[in-house]
Structures are given as C-alpha cells and as structure tokens.
C-alpha cells in the first residue's frame, strides 16, 4: 500500500518561510498527481495545491496563490510545498495526498486515494 510520508513542519514567525516534503518510501510517483491539503482546529479540510504526474500542470487554492509553490523531483521521488510569506491563518496539521489519476489537479479530498499522517505548521510570533 502506498503510504505518504510528510516531512519539514515546524513553528515560524509570521512572513517567514518552510518547505514540506512528501515521500513514498517503496514506490514511485512519478505517476500519480499529489496534492498539499491542510487543516485548522476547528476546520474542515481544504486543498491548496496539486501537480500533475508530469509537474508541468499545478493547481492552487487562492489563499496561497502568489506564496505557496508546489514542484516535484523525481530523481528525489519528493514532491515539495514551499510556503513563503507564512501567516497564522496559514497554520495548521498539512497532509501530502496522491491520487492514481495522474493528471488530476482538483483540490477536493475525493480525488486523491493515498494519505500521509501529516506534519504539524504552526505560525505564530
């Protein structure tokens, strides 16, 4: 079973910057699309970016468009969310998603099959 693997959460100051990783030790996702979704005490669950197999299509929730940029590197089999220009809104537990569709860029939870644990982004000063 393909089991994501989230890395790089931690606690930033406001306008700072992290970048998340997201593995799947034993397989390869080359091709599969993978999403960032994330999720706020008190939230429901919200998508903010995909790429497609290929990483030459993205997709991103308009609350992180201009700060948030999501890239894959095969030769790592990592795909990354650098998050820029970070705000307590920002905060939250972020989960790595893949979907067997390889070209799906849409941000909604039934579109992807395969669900890392999560790692923890808090923003705070």
């Known amino acids: 079973q393909l089991q994501p693997v989230e890395s790089g959460g931690g606690l930033v100051q406001p306008g700072g910057s992290l970048r998340l990783s997201c593995t799947a030790p034993?397989?390869?996702?080359?091709?599969?699309?993978v999403a960032w979704f994330r999720q706020a005490p008190g939230r429901e669950r919200e998508g903010v970016a995909s790429?497609?197999?290929?990483?030459?299509?993205?997709n991103y929730a308009d609350s992180v468009r201009e700060r948030f940029a999501i890239s894959r590197d095969k030769a790592k089999n990592t795909v990354y969310l650098q998050m820029d220009s970070l705000q307590p809104l920002d905060s939250g537990i972020y989960y790595c998603?893949?979907?067997?569709?390889?070209?799906?860029?849409?941000?909604?939870?039934?579109?992807?099959?395969?669900w890392g644990q999560g790692t923890q982004v808090t923003v705070s000063s």
């Open positions: 790429i497609g197999f290929d990483g030459g299509a993205t």
């Open positions: 998603a893949v979907s067997a569709k390889a070209m799906t860029l849409i941000l909604k939870e039934d579109q992807f099959d395969y």
């Open positions: 034993g397989f390869t996702l080359d091709w599969f699309a």
